[in-house]
């Protein structure tokens, strides 16, 4: 089981960025599917989450402004984040766990077992 993030790099305030994770080793949608990031300093932060049927679960710190998607013929789980914030400035991983309960839990790192290696995003000011 392989996750694979991409798709990071530098943006300006009030711009947008697509960030893509590609699974291998297991179909995305039998998986719950989240993006984490991290500042430098700070605790990783869960953003949202897309469960196995496709329900999707947002942090209030993206709530409409980040979107995640599953591509289930590509094997892909992205996340589309728009008007960014120099705040929003970490490195951001996608990571997966087989849920035995609907809905998923995009807060709780301890669920994830399988990570991939993060991607660096800077939005400048």
């Known amino acids: 089981v392989q996750l694979q993030a991409s798709g990071g790099g530098l943006v300006q305030a009030g711009g947008s960025l697509r960030l893509s994770c590609a699974v291998s080793?297991?179909?995305?949608?039998?998986?719950?599917t989240g993006w984490f990031r991290q500042a430098p300093g700070k605790m990783r932060e869960g953003l949202s989450c897309?469960?196995?049927?496709?329900?999707?679960y947002y942090a209030d710190s993206v709530k409409g402004r980040f979107t995640i998607s599953r591509d289930n013929v590509g094997n892909t789980v992205d996340l589309q984040m728009s008007s960014l914030k120099p705040e929003d400035t970490a490195v951001y991983y996608c990571?997966?766990?087989?849920?035995?309960?609907?809905?998923?839990?995009?807060?709780?790192?301890?669920?994830?077992?399988?990570w991939g290696q993060g991607t660096l995003v800077t939005v400048s000011s």
């Open positions: 080793g297991f179909a995305a949608d039998y998986y719950v």
């Open positions: 897309i469960s196995g049927s496709g329900r999707k």
């Open positions: 990571a997966a766990y087989l849920p035995s309960l609907p809905g998923c839990h995009y807060a709780d790192t301890d669920k994830y077992n399988y």
